[in-house]
């Protein structure tokens, strides 16, 4: 009888266990399927904008007057591809006057604004959020609200890629006014 109930058990367990497996693939393929995914905005933008770039160009020195600015920036998809990451690390000024300037930045496609968000922080204890419509024939302009060592201030931040053969030109200026005049803050090309 012993016997006679191990064949019997035996394949039941076996049985069971199986579909036990299956009920927690079937759990598990349900939550990957519900999981959002990554808008393609961002998978467009990594792949147009991804590696490293030289940078050159024009940046206003804590006096106000323009400096050379150089360095570098590299661009991936970051946070499981939900998030464009710009990181730059260059200097402004040459020779003894020269300061090291760095900045981490996050952007991401918000589907239900249709807008990019992007949030900034950089070496000198400035941060920025801000906000820009998508790219348009090469072109895109983001605003948003900055905190730093001068105090509160709006700034705007333009890119141009409608030419790769010239590089990606970008530039910024702001605002201490509430928008009523605008002053430039940077001006560089970057290529590849």
Known sequence: ???????????????????????????KKKAEEAMPKAPAEIGDRVKAMAG???????????????????????????????????????????GKMA???????????DASSKKWR?????NMGGSMSGMADPMKDG????????????????F????????MKKGAHMWGEMSNDTGKTWKPVYDMTCKK
């Open 139 to 154: 072109k895109m302009e983001s605003a948003g609200e900055m905190m730093g060592p001068m105090g509160k201030s709006q």
């Open 156 to 163: 705007k931040d333009h890119t141009d890629v409608s030419d």
């Open 52 to 94: 490293t770039w030289k940078c050159d160009g024009k940046a206003s020195g804590m006096d106000g007057k323009q400096v050379a600015f150089k360095g570098s920036m590299t661009t991936k998809a970051d946070l499981d591809g939900y998030w464009v990451h710009d990181s730059f690390a260059g200097t402004m000024g040459e």
């Open 1 to 27: 009888m012993t016997t006679k109930l191990a064949f019997v058990l035996v394949p039941l367990l076996a049985t069971s266990a199986l579909a036990g497996d299956d009920t927690k693939n079937d759990t």
């Open 118 to 122: 992007t949030l900034f922080v950089d």
């Open 99 to 109: 300061m090291q300037f760095k900045f981490e930045s996050y952007s991401t496609y």
